[in-house]
């Protein structure tokens, strides 16, 4: 089992990166499959996810707007598009999955399931 995220880099405040992660060795199809967010030090925080039971994205509150999730189920590959950039957006992204409920795994980001190596995000001023 393995996720692969990629896509993460140095961009400008207001900016945009699109990550991608790309998962294999199990079926994409049976889980909730989340990105979440880590900065050294604080609590990670779940970003966003699409839920396996109905296909429905959700997002952090916070970030609604400005963050947009898809999935190519037929490429076992979910994005995170990332748009409006800020500083407060560094952080090392992770793609996950399992089979929580997608709305409470981003309230309760718990570190279970499979998760993939995460990828540095970092937005200047």
């Known amino acids: 089992v393995q996720l692969q995220a990629s896509g993460g880099g140095l961009v400008q405040a207001g900016g945009s990166l699109r990550l991608s992660c790309a998962a294999s060795g199990f079926t994409f199809d049976d889980y909730t499959i989340g990105w979440f967010r880590q900065v050294p030090g604080k609590e990670r925080e779940g970003v966003s996810c699409?839920?396996?039971?109905?296909?429905?994205?959700h997002y952090a509150e916070s970030l609604k707007g400005r963050f947009t999730m898809s999935s190519d189920n037929a490429k076992n590959t979910v994005y995170l598009q990332m748009n409006s950039l800020k500083p407060e957006d560094t952080a090392v992204y992770y793609c996950a999955a399992d089979h929580l409920s997608c709305s409470s795994w981003l309230i309760f980001p718990l570190r279970r399931g499979y998760w993939g190596q995460g990828t540095q995000v970092t937005v200047s001023s």
């Open positions: 699409i839920s396996s039971s109905d296909g429905n994205t």
